[in-house]
């Protein structure tokens, strides 16, 4: 069993920046594929990013590439989400989960344990 649990949301203007936190308790991070999805409001949760096990490979949905950057640190069982250049279509709940795949799945069922979300909002 993985605990997740997110912060580091809160209420940005558009082109702000805000950076998330997911700390891990229960078992070691490092044998998980990690993953950012999100949930706007009225719509399905997507996902945003995802790193293998060593964060020695990412992947990204194309809305995100070049703004977003996923990051972990195993030693201290976190992992990282640095949101750059906020747009107001960002806005929604950010969700962190933990999949014991070894690729960097994009599809929520690959993922097994999941956190109870942050919230970001981006203002125009």
């Known amino acids: 069993q993985v605990q997740l649990v997110e912060s580091g949301g809160g209420l940005v203007q558009a082109g702000g920046s805000l950076r998330l936190s997911c700390a891990a308790s229960?078992?070691?991070?490092?044998?998980?594929?990690m993953g950012w999805f999100r949930q706007a409001p009225g719509k399905e949760r997507e996902f945003a990013a995802a790193?293998?096990?060593?964060?020695?490979?990412?992947n990204y949905a194309d809305s995100m590439k070049g703004r977003f950057t996923i990051s972990r640190d195993n030693a201290k069982n976190t992992i990282y989400l640095q949101m750059n250049n906020l747009k107001p279509e960002d806005t929604g709940v950010y969700y962190c989960?933990?999949?014991?795949?070894?690729?960097?799945?994009?599809?929520?069922?690959?993922?097994?344990?999941w956190g109870q979300g942050t919230q970001v909002t981006v203002s125009s």
């Open positions: 989960a933990a999949s014991p795949r070894l690729y960097e799945s994009t599809w929520s069922h690959d993922y097994d344990y």
């Open positions: 229960g078992r070691t991070l490092s044998s998980y594929t």
């Open positions: 790193a293998s096990r060593s964060g020695s490979r990412t």
